[in-house]
Nanobody, 124 residues
């Protein structure tokens, strides 16, 4: 059974940094595109960042480009999201996602496994 477990969320002030981690289990994730989505209260879940199976390509939402960095350690089946210069509008539940199909170049929300989410709250 595939499981994704996020950690690292919390309450911080604007301008601070946080690093989220997502540990995967149940299969080897080194062949799979992985990423992060977030959902703020009253809003739809939105794409944040993703990384290709070998780490060679990364993708970011415009709202986080230049502030967030996604990376992965395939030896540990873990993906990270380094979040810098956080803003109040980054407040959301952050979800880890892993593609169900190997070697794909994009992450499609309809075809991923989801973690349970971790809360990130940024105060002004």
């Amino acid at each position: 059974q595939v499981q994704l477990k996020e950690s690292g969320g919390g309450l911080v002030q604007a301008g601070d940094s946080l690093r989220l981690s997502c540990a995967a289990s149940g299969r080897a994730f080194s062949m799979y595109h992985m990423g992060w989505f977030r959902q703020a209260p009253g809003k739809e879940r939105e794409f944040v960042a993703s990384i290709s199976w070998n780490g060679g390509n990364t993708y970011y939402a415009d709202s986080v480009k230049g502030r967030f960095i996604i990376s992965r350690d395939n030896a540990k089946d873990t993906v990270y999201l380094q979040m810098n210069r956080l803003k109040p509008e980054d407040t959301a539940v952050y979800y880890c996602a892993a593609d169900k199909s190997p070697y794909r170049s994009t992450l499609v929300p309809e075809n991923v496994y989801w973690g349970q989410g971790t809360q990130v709250t940024v105060s002004s």
